[in-house]
T-cell receptor, first 114, second 114 residues
Framework: DVKVTQSSRYLVKRTGEKVFLECVQD?????MFWYRQDPGLGLRLIYF???????EKGDIPEGYSVSREKKERFSLILESASTNQTSMYLC?????????????FGPGTRLTVL | AQSVTQPDIHITVSEGASLELRCNYS??????LFWYVQSPGQGLQLLLK??????LVQGIKGFEAEFKRSQSSFNLRKPSVHWSDAAEYFC????????????FGSGTQLTVLP
């Protein structure tokens, strides 16, 4: 069965803290993605990776960075958290078969920055 | 760049009634099209997808969607809604070619009345 897990369901941090969100997939997928979800805005792509140590900016990368040291793990980093980064963060993964393969999503991490 | 519009923010239907959720996309050619569902507190689950071929696509949980090139639409339908269908529904589009990224609509929240 397909599985994408995220390290925390709920997280509360203070402004200025460094925050790590971890995502692990067990499907040997090449592609991994980080989205943030806000009411009325749908999902917006922050960063994605199509191979180990590779990363590409999505639509809203400002204030975020990512790390992919192993194929199964993709980390989202907030270097200095701010209140406008309070949101739901969703990780996804997919095969890279040359077309738009199905993305499988984790349960999400609801981050609150105080 | 591609874009997706879901014109209905919130729809309410009675259990047993039929359902149609609207999705319009903007893209210069035929894109890949997806419908995802998100139950409260959960990640996104794929309902169905269109890549090519038959324009009427069958998905899980009794849902179907029809791709209409002339109207740039990919509306989701279900003939008889169940209370468990209450959720948020997202339409997404990916451009052909470098098709790893999805662009999501803002979502439609479905309420089902008993």
């Amino acid at each position: 069965d397909v599985k994408v897990t995220q390290s925390s369901r709920y997280l509360v941090k203070r402004t200025g803290e460094k925050v790590f969100l971890e995502c692990v997939q067990d499907m040997d997928h090449e592609n991994m993605f980080w989205y943030r979800q806000d009411p009325g805005l749908g999902l917006r792509l922050i960063y994605f990776s199509y191979d180990v140590k590779m990363k590409e900016k999505g639509d809203i990368p400002e204030g975020y960075s990512v790390s992919r040291e192993k194929k199964e793990r993709f980390s989202l980093i907030l270097e200095s958290a701010s209140t406008n980064q309070t949101s739901m963060y969703l990780c996804a993964s997919s095969f890279n078969r040359g077309g738009a393969d199905t993305q499988y999503f984790g349960p999400g991490t609801r981050l609150t920055v105080l | 760049a591609q874009s997706v519009t879901q014109p209905d923010i919130h729809i309410t239907v009675s259990e047993g009634a039929s359902l149609e959720l609207r999705c319009n996309y903007s893209y210069g050619a035929t894109p890949y099209l997806f419908w995802y569902v998100q139950s409260p507190g959960q990640g996104l689950q794929l309902l169905l997808k269109y890549f090519s071929g038959d324009t009427l696509v069958q998905g899980i949980k009794g849902f179907e969607a029809e791709f209409k090139r002339s109207q740039s639409s990919f509306n989701l339908r279900k003939p008889s809604v169940h209370w468990s269908d209450a959720a948020e529904y997202f339409c997404a589009v990916a451009a052909r070619g470098s098709a790893r990224q999805l662009t999501f609509g803002s979502g439609t929240q479905l309420t089902v009345l008993p």
